[in-house]
């Protein structure tokens, strides 16, 4: 009874290509809910973002809700935070769970996914990136040359 009330929330962009997934195989009753936190983010002028900012998708209330939070790679957890930051503008959900899949080593913010898929170790300048042309996921890591975060 509680899986079929669970409300699935997407952060944009890639979290929502898996929450997506999760939700059609979950079948919750409540619609798929998403998250554009570009205006939540602490670190948005300072890395110079340009976010395409895309539109929230959530019901007027989360209150006493449960709440499936996921996205594609957890790394310093400031997108998560400022997922947090929105996710309580629309309430007070009973419980928040995180579920990510890939988690990195590298963290800024004490956050901790409750569901991992892969837990993988990179170079702070290398970068994850989950692919899904080909309607399977794929990892793939390249090299920036310099540290940045997400």
Do not use: K, W
Not at 15 to 22: F, H, I, P
Not at 45 to 53: A, E, F, M, S, Y
Not at 63 to 80: A, E
Not at 122 to 143: K, S
């Amino acid at each position: 009874q509680r899986l079929a009330a669970l409300r699935i929330v997407g952060i944009h962009t890639g979290g929502v290509r898996v929450a997506q997934a999760l939700h059609q195989r979950l079948a919750p009753t409540p619609p798929l809910a998403t998250l554009d936190i570009s205006f939540y983010r602490d670190d948005f002028t300072r890395v110079g973002l340009h976010p395409r900012v895309r539109r929230s998708r959530l019901p007027v209330s989360l209150d006493d809700s449960d709440v499936l939070l996921v996205d594609d790679v957890l790394y310093s957890g400031r997108t998560v935070r400022a997922a947090l930051n929105e996710l309580f503008d629309y309430g007070r959900p009973r419980r928040v769970m995180l579920a990510v899949v890939i988690e990195r080593t590298g963290r800024e913010l004490p956050i901790r996914a409750d569901c991992v898929g892969q837990r993988i170790d990179l170079d702070p300048r290398q970068r994850v990136r989950l692919n899904d042309a080909d309607l399977g996921l794929r990892i793939e890591t390249t090299d920036t040359g310099a540290s940045q975060h997400g």
